[in-house]
């Protein structure tokens, strides 16, 4: 199993090297990483989306493919909400992910 680093693969990397092609990722650019001051707006949401590293058609660069999973959940949870997109993550590789398209967190506490 291949360890979580700063927000899964690419969190802070201009260029994708290209052994990262099969392996799963995320990112959100409503992510609370991306704009901090969305922790300052009461009852913000964000949401991640889980993608794989594929090759470009030419074969010389890597790309992300489409998002197969999106995690969603409050500002509050980012936590809980990353750890689970890397859960995502991790099952894909493995092959083992049987859960929804669509995954929703839950704000602690709420019914």
Do not use: N
């Amino acid at each position: 199993m291949r360890e979580v680093r700063a927000g899964r693969l690419s969190r802070g990397w201009s260029i994708v090297p290209a052994e990262w092609v099969g392996y799963f990722d995320f990112d959100g650019h409503g992510a609370p990483w991306h704009y901090p001051r969305t922790r300052e707006v009461p009852g913000s949401r964000f949401s991640v989306g889980v993608f794989q590293w594929v090759r470009t058609a030419d074969g010389k660069h890597v790309k992300r493919g489409p998002v197969l999973v999106r995690i969603s959940g409050p500002v509050t949870e980012e936590e809980e909400v990353v750890r689970m997109a890397a859960q995502v993550c991790f099952q894909l590789e493995a092959g083992t992910y049987a859960g929804r398209r669509s995954v929703a967190v839950r704000e602690r506490g709420a019914k």
